[in-house]
């Protein structure tokens, strides 16, 4: 286990049969989570939380995430650079 966050842990899971644990869209991983962490309440109510990823699940889904918001950026931008170049041509500029 290692610090995700400062307040957070993360609980790293490898095993032959990933998908099993992580399950379709993640549902089985996140209800893990809980469970871990509604547990982990029961006992000690000032631990950290836990962040459960299995096979780099959550790691990959996140690179992903990143990508494709850097993507949108990329393209608000050269949809915004069409437009003022559109708008200076129709000026004269």
Known sequence: MR??????LLLEV????A???I???????GQLQYLINRMIFQADR?????ALDVGGYRTKV?????ARAREAVDADYDILAIRN???SYRRGS
């Open 85 to 87: 170049q559109s708008v």
């Open 3 to 8: 610090r995700r966050e400062p307040q957070d």
């Open 46 to 50: 000032e631990h950290p939380k836990v």
């Open 19 to 21: 998908g099993r644990l």
């Open 14 to 17: 490898r095993c032959e049969d």
């Open 23 to 29: 399950g379709p869209q993640g549902q089985v991983l």
């Open 62 to 66: 996140r690179e992903q995430l990143t």
